[in-house]
């Protein structure tokens, strides 16, 4: 069974760039016809949707995100890249990486990581 891992820093300043990685193993992110997500979600607050990137390696993002937003990946590592530039403290949140196994079906997660932007 696929597994997802994510991993970077605990600790962001406002104003930097917020990495993450998630690793995928035990599956390729390159078969079809999987998406590959990011959601995060604040303390106390819902799921939010940021982006996506296919298993072609075109990405879609959240309009309300797309500006800071960029997910990429490395096919010979099957690892995802998030990255969130000029972060504030509304940033802080778990962030997830989730499997879109098509129309929204989101079978697999990984065990999220908590993102803390602060000074």
């Known amino acids: 069974q696929v597994q997802l891992q994510e991993s970077g820093p605990g600790l962001v300043k406002p104003s930097q760039t917020l990495s993450l990685t998630c690793t995928v193993t035990r599956g390729s992110i390159t078969t079809n016809y999987y998406h590959w997500f990011w959601i995060r979600q604040p303390p106390g607050k819902g799921l939010e949707w940021m982006g996506a990137?296919?298993?072609?390696?075109?990405?879609y993002y959240s309009p309300s995100l797309k500006s800071r937003t960029s997910i990429s990946r490395d096919t010979s590592r099957n690892q995802l890249t998030l990255q969130l530039t000029s972060v504030t403290p509304e940033d802080t949140a778990v962030y997830y990486c989730?499997?879109?196994?098509?129309?929204?079906?989101?079978?697999?997660w990984g065990k999220g990581t908590l993102v803390t932007v602060s000074s």
């Open positions: 990137i296919k298993y072609s390696g075109g990405t």
């Open positions: 989730v499997r879109d196994s098509g129309y929204w079906y989101l079978d697999m």
